[in-house]
């Protein structure tokens, strides 16, 4: 730009000014591509700001889907919210179904992922058929388990007879529900853990396994001082990935059990949709939003420092 | 010149009676149609539909609809699991999008509530904008009565304006596996408890996962409203009841209280192994699978399952009133109304007003009931229809069953503006009787207390008389 601005105070000499005419246009565009660049992610930023601070303002108000007037009434949303028991029902059941579908989903994942490590052809086509459940939608995943799931008409019904557990009712009872739950989630999300745990794998260096091999380092060994610690950035990141999706997973809860049966497995997310849609009360709703996304942020945050870390000692093992 | 008087004469007399004669019976044809139908021509409308036979039926009839009237109709078709959360959506950002809609009932109360919806009355009470021929007494009084309401928590429907006007309507009947009872010589049951005593017996009746009576039970609004809800109200059971000018839920009482108690001891012994899960659609497909011996829900869904080719059991149903709490009480039924309704803020209400007009008129209704599946049909000259009947003939005891019920067929709830909040707990709390082993007096008064939180802050009236009558 200050090229540009020496160049036209200086129209004296023309035969320059011919020349840099269009060096300053060349200028021009240098200066503004970045921001051309960035426009969509600005524009992306703007659309995902104004939204979320339009909820948080319109948490302070009573505002509802039954009025299109409302008033400000402060924290009262807010103080109710913390006041209610459903609300710390509906977060005991958020943690305990992100925390056990996490770690299932990990210590499966990882397990398969080192078992897929090898290159022959049943690795070669497993590794294929195990990441079908990601092609579909959660949403019809589980409406299919829960067809399959019919002690009536469900395919699986017959074999659980079989084995004396014809009674088992899967989403249908209380003490089934959440394992039924945990059972889809760990289908359709697994295979992710295993694709991002293949790749770290593959990537990793050869030459400290051929030292460990040549030293006689046993497979525990390996595995605990040199592929875990390498492994460990992209072991953290899919656990970031996992929790947080997990934290605010809707589809698959609502299709299967729509929080029920009685309350046995309503979340933060259906209790804010609840709240929100069938029942009107948008700004009853947003706090618990509101509340899901900041447990989110901080633990993803946590998280991702130890990811830093982490990948600062793989760089150094490595 | 010879003049030829008599032949000029009786040509010009002719030519005169001729045209005298068309044009009486011009102005003759002009009085009986005086409508005008093309009086919002050239109006693009914006119409929100639900996935439904009857939106279906609406769909294949909008060319002869912009032939008639002028009027073009852009539509979307929204599957009904989301389709109210959209169309709330829709409602309260007050843009005039869509300019008329498909509700429900108890939508109703909710959005006449808010003053998203449009009064009819002052359309149907003028004669330059409805069609003489439109004749709204031929509705069924309980059908009509759905969409009518004074906006007052605590008053029954059919007071105040009409707020919409019904496309078709469900009654809440038993279905049953009519070769299966034959070849068993099993008894329709009357009363509740032969209900519960059969549906107990027939555990296993069709093999393994067969079971007696398939009702819904997801945590969800739609689990009270059919069965559970035509057998509560049948019992004398009432969802409120007005105390110290209050609208105070009156679940806690010892009637609904005992009724539930009994529904959930039928669904334990005699209803679908995975009851927690089942909407209407499973309760559908288990009946016509040959899963459960009997369905006590929509009387339009056990019709759709013996349809030829639609179910394994087609051909094989019959429907009966369901059963009375007690011997000798009167049979009926709750019911549900499709029904279309105007945007308060659509800026083509005339346009608006035609669409629902024609839509809900005699000749579309009775096109629809005979060609293309819309039962139950809301008008009763489309019952007295001779080739209605004969499609329904085809259905064993469903004409029956309509007849025997349709006079006190009708909306059980105490309309109010929290409805699906209460229904939803309501239906939680079903789920925490029969599955969790929860006491029904103390579920039953928890439950009331919730509700009661949100209907105690209601401005209310005190109940006004209204007409029940067919």
Redesign the interface.
């Known amino acids: 730009m200050s090229k540009l601005v020496s160049l036209s105070e200086h129209p004296a000499s023309p035969p320059k000014t011919e020349l840099s005419k269009p060096a300053a246009k060349f200028a021009k565009r240098r200066a503004i591509r970045p921001y051309l660049i960035l426009a969509p992610a600005l524009l992306l930023t703007v659309g995902i700001l104004i939204p979320f601070f339009s909820a948080i303002y319109l948490s302070f108000t009573d505002f509802t889907?039954?009025?299109?007037s409302y008033t400000l009434i402060g924290f009262d949303n807010y103080t109710s919210m913390f006041q209610n028991p459903d609300f710390w029902h509906s977060l005991t059941v958020t943690l305990e179904y992100a925390v056990i579908c996490t770690t299932v989903e990990m210590l499966v994942g990882i397990g398969i992922a080192l078992l897929l490590n090898e290159d022959n052809p049943l690795s070669r086509f497993l590794r294929i058929v195990l990441i079908f459940p990601l092609m579909i939608a959660p949403v019809i995943g589980t409406l299919i388990w829960?067809l399959m799931?019919?002690?009536?008409?469900g395919i699986l019904?017959?074999p659980m007879?079989l084995i004396g557990l014809?009674?088992f009712?899967?989403?249908?009872?209380?003490d089934t529900?959440m394992f039924s739950l945990i059972l889809v989630d760990a289908w359709v999300y697994t295979p992710f853990v295993i694709i991002l745990v293949l790749a770290g794998l593959r990537s990793l260096p050869k030459s400290p396994y051929e030292a460990a091999l040549i030293d006689g380092g046993s497979p525990w060994f390996v595995f605990r001082n040199l592929t875990l610690p390498m492994l460990a950035p992209v072991l953290l990141i899919t656990l970031v990935f996992r929790l947080m999706l997990s934290l605010q997973e809707f589809s698959i809860i609502f299709a299967?059990?729509?929080?029920?049966?009685?309350?046995t497995t309503m979340s933060l997310s259906l209790l804010a949709y609840?709240r929100g849609?069938?029942?009107?009360d948008v700004a009853e709703a947003i706090p618990i939003m509101l509340f899901l996304w900041a447990a989110v942020y901080l633990i993803s945050f946590i998280l991702i420092g130890f990811w830093r870390k982490a990948q600062a000692r793989a760089a150094g093992v490595a | 010149m010879k003049i030829r008087f008599p032949k000029v004469i009786f040509i010009a007399t002719s030519t005169a009676a001729i045209m005298l004669a068309a044009g009486f019976l011009r102005s003759a044809r002009a009085e009986d149609n005086q409508f005008d139908w093309k009086q919002a021509s050239g109006v693009k409308l914006v119409v929100m539909l639900n996935k439904h036979p009857y939106a279906d039926a609406i769909i294949k009839k909008l060319p002869e609809f912009k032939e008639l009237t002028g009027i073009d109709v852009e539509y979307t078709e929204t599957p009904e699991e989301n389709y109210f959360d959209k169309l709330t959506t829709a409602l309260a950002s007050k843009n005039g999008n869509p300019d008329v809609f498909m509700t429900g009932t108890y939508q109703l109360w909710d959005y006449a509530t808010s003053g998203y919806m449009e009064p009819l009355d002052q359309y149907l009470n003028d004669p330059a904008m409805t069609n003489p021929g439109y004749d709204i007494k031929d509705f069924f009084q309980g059908v009509l009565n759905g969409g009518k309401w004074n906006l007052k928590p605590g008053s029954p429907v059919g007071t105040g304006q009409q707020w919409a006007l019904a496309l078709g309507f469900e009654t809440n009947i038993l279905a049953y596996n009519k070769k299966y009872f034959d070849e068993k010589g099993i008894q329709v049951p009357k009363t509740f408890d032969e209900l519960y005593d059969l549906a107990k017996k027939l555990k296993g009746w069709n093999g393994p996962g067969s079971y007696g009576v398939a009702v819904r039970g997801t945590r969800n609004w739609a689990t009270i409203h059919p069965g559970y809800m035509t057998t509560f109200s049948g019992a004398g059971a009432k969802d409120f009841e007005i105390k110290d000018g209050k609208l105070v839920s009156a679940l806690d009482q010892p009637l609904p209280v005992e009724v539930t108690k009994k529904w959930a001891q039928l669904v334990k012994d005699g209803g679908p192994p995975a009851w927690a899960n089942y909407t209407w659609y499973q309760c559908g497909a288990d009946f016509g699978a040959g899963k459960a011996a009997m369905l006590y829900d929509a009387d339009i869904l056990g019709y759709f399952q013996n349809v030829p080719g639609a179910s394994s059991q087609a051909g094989n149903i019959a429907y009966a009133p369901g059963p009375v709490w007690k011997e000798g009480d009167p049979v009926g039924a709750n019911e549900w109304i499709w029904q279309i309704a105007i945007n308060s803020s659509s800026k083509n209400k005339k346009a608006a007003w035609v669409f629902t007009q024609y839509f809900t008129g005699k000749e579309h209704g009775t096109w629809a009931a005979i060609d293309a599946s819309v039962v139950d049909p809301p008008r009763k000259s489309i019952w007295e229809n001779k080739d209605f009947q004969a499609v329904m003939a085809k259905m064993p005891g469903y004409l029956d069953t309509f007849n025997a019920i349709i006079g006190n067929t009708s909306i059980k709830f105490t309309p109010q503006p929290y409805f699906f909040e209460s229904t939803t707990e309501w239906a939680a709390t079903l789920q925490k009787i029969v599955l969790s082993g929860t006491d029904p007096k103390s579920a039953m008064t928890d439950l009331a207390k919730r509700i009661t939180r949100n209907t105690s802050k209601l401005e209310i009236s005190e109940p006004t008389k209204k007409t029940t009558s067919r």
């Not at chain 1, 889907?65 to 299109?68: A, D, F, N, T, V």
């Not at chain 1, 849609?277 to 009107?280: C, Q």
């Open positions: 889907l039954r009025s299109s829960k799931t019919n002690p009536s008409v019904a017959g007879r014809g009674d009712k899967w989403g249908a009872a209380p529900a299967l059990t729509e929080g029920g049966p009685g309350d609840n849609f069938p029942f009107y």
